[in-house]
């Protein structure tokens, strides 16, 4: 079992910035891949980034790409989501997500460990 504690949500207006943490805890080895899906209400769970533990490599989905950034501590097993220039549209739930490969697919049955999620508001 992993078990994923987000925390960093709040309300911004928009062209604000906020920043989201993941701490990763259990069976952190079984994974490779750490990232970020966002849920805004009454639409389906988004892809919103990925980061592998073991090369860096990160993947961004093309709504966020040059606005938010994800990064890895990989000593504090913590993942990081940095949001910069947000739009009204990036109001959703943000959810950390792990899996266990550095895949090319990333459909939400894709991750197999969630976190409880976390409230990000963007006024305008």
């Known amino acids: 079992q992993v078990q994923l504690v987000e925390s960093g949500g709040g309300l911004v207006q928009a062209g604000g910035s906020l920043r989201l943490s993941c701490a990763a805890s259990?069976?952190?080895?079984?994974?490779?891949?750490m990232g970020w899906f966002r849920q805004a209400p009454g639409k389906e769970r988004e892809f919103v980034a990925d980061i592998s533990w073991s090369s860096g490599n990160t993947y961004y989905a093309d709504s966020v790409k040059g606005r938010f950034t994800i990064s890895r501590a990989n000593a504090k097993n913590t993942v990081y989501l940095q949001l910069n220039s947000l739009k009204p549209e990036d109001t959703a739930v943000y959810y950390c997500v792990t899996r266990e490969d550095w895949g090319l697919i990333r459909r939400p049955r894709d991750y197999r460990y969630w976190g409880q999620g976390t409230q990000v508001t963007v006024s305008s």
């Open positions: 259990g069976r952190t080895f079984s994974t490779d891949t």
